[in-house]
């Protein structure tokens, strides 16, 4: 099946650093990767969409300078959380589109815990 | 901005219930996928239906997709413990493959 790695899992900074997450897909090449944020009690909001290749687009109301995302290959892209404040800790989830005869499948990551403190 | 509403937004029932689950939009899908999500945990697909009208079924969970592929539901039979988590539902509109989520709508199933 196709598995979505993140690291790491969780992670807990000061605020004021950056924090740099990795999505990567284990058996599949993925042109189009996503990432969401998901606060507790609440459903997953979708915060951009990575493409291998080029910039990523950003949805109405995430900031594409504090949320840096670079695919750099067809199985990583990465999340850099820059100048994190204590509002951004969240649970940072993403997802990689596999293509097949069925169609386009995404397959999410399990997740990356981020707390700043 | 398409919105999809789930219904009911928390279930706590007794194993052996059954229960419906309902995901309403007033926008049209391309697809529309259902998801089980356990704390801590990425989302986990369940199942992915295209066609309105389709019905598809998975053991004990029963989803159909709307005729005019605005809504969906999740329908339990025999409800167990081990199905106890946060359900979602996600639409894929027309011509893109961005997934909406839905509210989310958790279950659980007490022993």
């Known amino acids: 099946g196709a598995v979505v790695s993140q690291h790491p899992s969780w992670v807990i900074c000061k605020s004021g650093t950056s924090v740099k997450i990795e999505c990567r897909s284990l058996?599949?090449?993925?042109?189009?990767m996503f990432w969401y944020r998901q606060f507790p009690k609440q459903s997953l909001m979708l915060m951009a969409t990575s493409n291998e290749g080029s910039k990523a687009t950003y949805e109405q109301g995430v900031e594409k300078d504090k949320f840096l995302i670079n695919h750099a290959s067809l199985t990583l892209s990465t999340l850099t959380v820059t100048s994190a404040h204590p509002e951004d800790s969240s649970f940072y989830i993403c997802s990689a589109t596999r293509t097949s005869g069925r169609g386009d499948t995404q397959y999410f990551g399990p997740g990356t815990r981020l707390t700043v403190l | 901005t398409q919105l999809l509403e789930q219904s009911p937004q928390f279930l706590s029932i007794q194993e052996g219930e059954n229960l419906t689950v309902y995901c309403n939009s007033s926008s049209v899908f391309s697809s529309l996928q259902w998801y089980r999500q356990e704390p801590g945990e990425g989302p986990v697909l369940l199942v992915t239906?295209?066609?309105?009208?389709e019905v598809k079924k998975l053991k004990r969970l029963t989803f159909q997709f709307g005729d005019a592929r605005k809504d969906s539901s999740l329908h339990i039979t025999a409800a167990q413990p081990g199905d106890t988590g946060l359900y979602l539902c996600?639409?894929?509109?027309?011509?893109?493959?961005?997934?909406?989520f839905g509210t989310g709508t958790r279950l659980q199933v007490f022993p």
């Open positions: 058996d599949f090449q993925a042109t189009t």
């Open positions: 239906v295209v066609t309105g009208g």
């Open positions: 996600a639409g894929a509109g027309v011509g893109t493959d961005k997934l909406i």
